[in-house]
């Protein structure tokens, strides 16, 4: 349970109903954005539950959604209408301060992009997050949880893609987060590099029951997860419970 108290936060928010078998919870949610005399509906009312502890895969084609969910319940964008929760919080009713707060110290985000600072060792970079963080793991140790323990002294350019990858995982996980958000995050690696940063991702999983949400295009990636989500024209087509998910060496890619 995230505890703002502290950080300015306001009587509905904290007297809200938490449910501790549910990380996020959204209600009827869309999206609009005005293009000129169009409008484009990114979201068309997406009421959908999110698990604790699961590894959950969203799948659908481009512009169908899932990365505009994704930033919606991670705080980064907002919905035209409808209700997302973070363990019985209602984003809606955060203040700036509050979803800050949120962002920095209960959500660890992932992206194609590594948004590394190229002027940094990768230990520094995760040394970014670990010195503003409230608990943090030590930064050499979430770099040992992506297998980097060697690479610590590298800069950027002298890592690969994959590594660079595992650079921005662990900066992600260092900071303890209840929830790992990641969007694509191998979608400009090679399969070996890429099955070893969904190794690194599923271990964090398994090991620290971090709810991890992963966007993706390659359909077998889905036999991993617990809980497959297929978006289709900014709606959810289908949700697919997944009784026995696979070991990311066990799938075909």
């Known amino acids: ?25 959204t209600d009827a949610i869309t999206k609009q954005y005005g293009m000129g005399d169009l409008t484009v509906h990114a979201l068309r009312g997406v009421t959908l539950e999110v698990p604790r502890g699961e590894l959950v895969v969203l799948l659908g084609p481009s512009g169908s959604g899932k990365s505009t969910f994704l930033n919606i319940i991670g705080g980064l ?19 700036d301060r509050e979803l800050t707060y949120f962002r920095r110290e209960h959500v660890g985000f992932v ?7 190229p002027s940094l060792t990768a230990l520094e970079n995760v040394e970014l997050i670990t010195d503003i963080a409230e608990n943090p793991m030590p930064a050499k140790e979430a770099l040992e949880i992506v297998k980097l323990k060697d690479r610590l002294n590298h800069f950027p350019s002298q890592l690969s ?9 662990a900066r992600a996980i260092a900071k303890r987060p209840e929830v790992m958000l990641c969007d694509e995050p191998t979608g400009a690696l090679d399969s070996e590099t890429g099955i070893l940063v969904l190794e690194a991702l599923q271990n964090v999983n ?21 809980r497959v989500i297929y978006f289709a024209d900014g709606q959810v087509a289908k949700v697919v419970k997944n009784d026995h998910p696979k070991d990311i060496h066990e799938i075909g890619w």
């Open 161 to 169: 893609g994959g590594e660079q990858q595992r650079v921005a995982i």
């Open 111 to 117: 992206f194609q992009s590594y948004n590394l600072v």
């Open 77 to 95: 964008d907002q919905p035209t209408s409808g209700d997302v929760h973070f363990e019985g919080h209602a984003l809606a009713d955060m203040t």
């Open 1 to 25: 349970m995230p505890d703002f108290k502290g950080q300015g936060a306001n009587p509905a928010m904290l007297d809200a109903v938490n449910d501790k078998n549910m990380v996020f919870k």
């Open 206 to 226: 398994h090991t620290y029951g971090t709810t991890t949400i992963i966007i993706t295009h390659n359909a077998a990636i889905a036999n991993v997860a617990d």
